[in-house]
């Protein structure tokens, strides 16, 4: 019997926005352990779940590893160079006959996580100079975004919680517990949250749900979903009332701020969320009196109708109790490669264009994802007749997936870049399959941008590429550049060249020449010789007015986009007595969309139930365990329902993206069907002012199935 050599190597997990440091055990081409990697500056050592699976992705025997046909007779493997030829005649032919808005893109989440979608996934989209863009954002951070460039001139100009030396920590819709954080990297949440105790601090958090996090936190409060802005602005109004607000100099628009709060009042918000007025009313003062505080407001807050406004009152807190730009509160991070300083992510730019159906605004250059469906069916001058979809699963991640699941299937084409036969990808006519995580190299761009503390680290490719298999990046050059060379209109000479400049170069060898220009003085060599980063300290206080990128380096408090979104939040109704709204939920093991057919994430308890209160369900006739009918206005499903008094009266659960199916290995049309998904149930009818999707707070109803 011949023994296996093993090696241990330094890696990284980008399964999340946490991206911890790994020591990954490799033999023969294949992962025999991971462990966190204790001398990583940013992770400490820490690891979930999903960083020990993730030599389960390399290793899955459903995981594509060549491009693939679909047929009359089911999938048929092909080579290189045919699929790439397939892709770009499918793509070329729509976009010769209808136009360029003829083409439809969607980018999923997974681009974000990785080197080369970012440096080349999204240089080729450009190439293609189609409207009709969309991606993961507008379901998920677009309020974020949205705020960011409004207030301070930059999408990505976001501040992060100095959770490391904050006193007072509150958190609006936020699991970290099981997420490791969101626009905000901070592995080891768990340890970090200790720390923040040990030094007599608090953790206080707003959720309609006791969550992973709501359970660990110094108080819990729920709150009614889609009035969290009740709750937010009024907290806003009581540091006006209170003669608690004070601000910097290069703030605009504080007397507009002052105004518009004025009638939202702690009272207002306790009769639409069920917060009492007095614990609103002492949270806030407990936060503006606190040594360092910090407000944090994330996906539950983003992702129902006023998702913006939200976003900018966790801003105002911040920013009105002098926590903004200060140690202990929300800090701004200076990276190694600064994407907002160097030009790499552009400012945003909001309504440029708006979609050609239902009229709503693009943001960054791409329209919500919740119009893609109409898009797709509505006849006329640029409809959408062919669909290129990266590393993207919308008929499980967006909103009505079933609709948009018919909705695909009347396309002329379809290609996807993706390692999976998915819900999405079953309807395409080819797919290109890139390599995984593991198989190339890696530097964060956005991650570094948002950590909770300044830190650089790049990580070669722990396993080499299988043979015959290609790297994301070449996928994309390759298809922009042959599609390219198919279209009777072609970009001027002068744009060709640039886009063959920038999709010629690897993104390895662009990380090194953007260290360079960056202030931090790391350069790749250093970082290949210290592969488990490099330290650059802790984000410091102290940095604004000159690094704000608005031109005139002042922050605007009062975007008028917002301030007229609170007519329309103030014509909001209490809710009836009977009514149900359903909410999301994410678990440790779970990561959006992704990695349901992991045997080691998905083994022991189901978890895709129907989580609803007991006396909810007593109220609607049901008991605990039994199947039941789940309907919204635009679909219903059957599931089992779970009693739990984790959930707020009257609000019920489903978890987000469960319900992956699974393609066999024998390349099939078959695919296995698991659970169902919050989106089977969500409405593309139902957005916020950003054009992102509503897809928490849906009205439902609950009955026997």
């Not at 503006?288 to 966790?314: E, I, K, M």
Request: glycine share 10%; aromatic share 4%; charged share 25%.
């Amino acid at each position: 019997m011949t023994s296996l050599t093993s090696t241990t190597k330094v890696g990284v997990c980008n399964l999340c926005e946490a991206i911890c440091g790994l020591r990954i055990t490799v033999a023969d081409g294949a992962v025999t352990g991971v462990r966190g990697n204790p001398d990583d500056p940013l992770s400490r050592g820490h690891i979930c779940p999903k960083g020990v699976s993730i030599g389960d992705i390399h290793a899955d025997p459903d995981r594509l590893r060549r491009p693939v046909r679909r047929t009359a007779d089911g999938w048929q493997e092909i080579g290189w160079d045919e699929a790439l030829d397939l892709a770009a005649d499918g793509l070329a032919a729509a976009i010769n006959a209808h136009g360029r808005d003829a083409l439809g893109i969607y980018l999923g989440n997974p681009n974000v996580h990785s080197l080369g979608s970012l440096t080349h996934g999204t240089a080729m989209v450009k190439t293609f100079r189609s409207r009709n863009t969309f991606s993961a954002t507008s379901v998920d951070q677009l309020p974020h975004q949205l705020i960011a460039h409004l207030m301070y001139g930059h999408q990505l100009f976001v501040p992060v919680p100095d959770i490391d030396r904050t006193s007072y920590f509150l958190v609006f819709g936020a699991n970290p517990m099981a997420s490791n954080g969101s626009l905000m990297t901070v592995p080891d949440f768990p340890g970090r949250l200790r720390e923040l105790k040990a030094r007599e601090g608090r953790m206080v958090v707003f959720d309609p749900r006791r969550t992973e996090t709501a359970k660990v936190a110094t108080e819990h409060h729920f709150v009614r979903p889609g009035t969290d802005a009740f709750v937010l602005l009024a907290m806003v109004q009581v540091l006006f009332a209170d003669g608690l607000a004070r601000t910097a100099s290069y703030v605009d628009g504080v007397a507009e701020v002052e105004r518009a709060v004025a009638d939202f009042t702690p009272e207002r918000a306790e009769a639409l969320s069920g917060v009492p007025a007095a614990e609103i009313r002492r949270i806030v003062r407990e936060f503006a009196a606190a040594d360092g505080a910090v407000a944090y407001g994330r996906v539950g807050v983003s992702t129902h109708a006023f998702g913006s406004v939200c976003q900018w009152a966790v801003q105002l807190l911040n920013l009105l109790t002098g926590n903004l730009d200060r140690e202990g509160g929300a800090l701004f991070t200076s990276p190694a490669i600064d994407a907002v300083g160097a030009g790499l992510i552009g400012p945003g730019h909001y309504d440029a264009w708006r979609s050609r159906v239902r009229g709503l605004p693009e943001f960054a250059g791409e329209l919500p994802v919740a119009a893609m469906r109409e898009e797709i069916e509505t006849p006329g001058d640029g409809q959408i007749r062919a669909l290129l979809t990266l590393s993207g699963n919308p008929v499980l991640s967006t909103p009505d997936g079933a609709g948009l699941d018919r909705a695909v299937q009347g396309l002329d084409f379809m290609a996807a870049v993706d390692i999976y036969i998915n819900e999405t990808t079953r309807h395409a006519d080819v797919i290109l399959p890139p390599t995984t995580a593991l198989e190339r190299d890696h530097y964060d761009l956005v991650f570094h941008l948002l950590a909770v503390r300044n830190t650089a680290r790049f990580t070669p490719a722990v396993i080499e590429p299988e043979a015959g298999t290609m790297p994301d990046w070449k996928i994309y050059r390759e298809l922009a550049r042959r599609t390219q060379q198919r279209l009777r209109t072609k970009p001027r000479l002068r744009k060709r060249l640039e886009q063959r400049l920038r999709l010629g170069v690897s993104p390895t060898l662009l990380v090194g020449l953007l260290l360079r220009r960056g202030k931090s003085g790391v350069t790749l060599r250093q970082l290949r010789r210290n592969p488990e980063g490099v330290d650059l300290g802790p984000l410091r206080g102290g940095q604004l007015p000159e690094r704000i990128p608005h031109r005139s380096r002042r922050v605007d408090a009062a975007p008028a986009l917002v301030l007229a979104d609170l007519e329309r939040l103030a014509a909001t109704e209490p809710a009836g007595p009977d009514e149900l709204l359903l909410i999301g939920r994410r678990h440790q093991r779970d990561c959006n969309s992704w990695m349901h057919n992991t045997e080691r994430l998905t083994r022991g308890k189901a978890r895709h139930q129907l989580l609803m209160h007991p006396e909810d369900l007593a109220a609607h006739g049901l008991r605990d365990g039994q199947l039941t009918l789940v309907t919204s206005r635009v679909n219903s499903v059957r599931v089992e329902v779970q009693a739990s008094e984790d959930m707020m009266r009257g609000v019920v659960s489903l978890p987000h993206g469960y319900g992956h199916q699974v393609a066999d290995t024998r390349l099939t049309n078959a695919v296995q069907v698991v659970g169902v998904s919050i989106n089977d149930l969500t409405d593309p009818e139902l957005t916020d002012v950003s054009g992102n999707a509503a897809l928490s707070g849906v009205p439902v109803t609950v009955a026997p199935a």
